[in-house]
């Protein structure tokens, strides 16, 4: 594909907004699911209008394989939602029959029986819908740990200039804070940051380093005068003893 890692990321990411969005969404958006994604507004543009991955009419664009599965969803909700209500009627005629003084006591059974059927049907649809869930979250995430290398790359990318003026041991360090993952690993420290200049960051970063380092050389500076200081003392000790001695 043309944009590569980055192009992948952020066509599941569209896939699951027009999961979201009924299967369907305004080409106008672009630029905003751009910003959201942090990425470039052409690469989703590309993405929605050539490659035949997306269908759209002028006004907006959809996905087919997705309005398909929508489809068949909404047609299994409407099926559980029908055999639900047939149930309970079942069960509300059966009672009602119960309660008639000319009923066979095989009617009585039957009705007893319905209930816990009605139950077991109820458990298994919950499982189910669990299970469904269970597995979309697992892919939402997969999801975003993708994207959240991609957008991760991008960030070492946008470092590589700046290389020759800091030094590629810098550079590493800041890029190794800076990206570090939040718990949910959907959003790294620097992306969690209310604004963000990467340029004035870099200076801020190399003017502390600066400091630490300037500290650690005056610390060693100190501790080499002290240590001559002591080595004179020694000496002018020796001297004085020595001409006692000759005394």
């Known amino acids: 594909m043309e944009y590569g890692a980055t192009g992948i990321g952020v066509f599941w990411c569209i896939i699951e907004m027009l999961y979201e969005q009924d299967g369907s969404m305004p080409l106008s958006s672009c630029k905003s699911i751009a910003f959201s ?24 664009f959809w996905s087919e394989s997705v309005n398909r599965r929508l489809t068949k969803r909404s047609s299994i909700s409407e099926k559980r939602r029908e055999a639900g209500k047939l149930g309970w009627q079942k069960t509300f005629n059966s009672t ?6 000319n009923v066979l006591p095989a009617n009585a059974e039957q009705t007893k029986s319905i209930c816990p059927a009605i139950k077991e049907k109820k458990r298994i649809e919950k ?4 299970k469904v869930e269970a597995k979309k979250d697992k892919l939402s995430l997969a999801h975003a740990k993708e994207l959240l290398e991609v957008r991760s790359k991008k960030f070492y990318d ?7 003026l800091y030094g590629k041991e810098m550079i590493r360090a800041f890029y190794d804070y800076w990206t570090e993952p939040n718990k949910s690993r959907t959003k790294m420290r ?24 300037t500290g650690n050389e005056n610390g ?3 501790k080499q005068q002290q240590q001559r200081q002591r080595a004179r003392e020694i000496e002018e000790l020796n001297e004085r003893l020595m001409q006692e001695s000759g005394e």
């Open 96 to 101: 009602n029959v119960r309660q008639m003084p």
């Open 190 to 213: 620097f992306e969690l940051e209310k604004t963000w200049d990467v340029k004035r960051r870099l200076n801020t970063w190399a003017s502390r380093e600066k400091i630490k380092h």
């Open 220 to 222: 060693t500076e100190i």
């Open 127 to 130: 499982e189910t819908s669990t």
């Open 37 to 60: 994604l942090h990425v470039e507004s052409n690469i989703v543009d590309g993405l929605i209008n050539n490659f035949d991955l997306f269908e759209n009419d002028g006004e907006n």
């Open 158 to 164: 946008s470092l590589i200039p700046f290389v020759e």
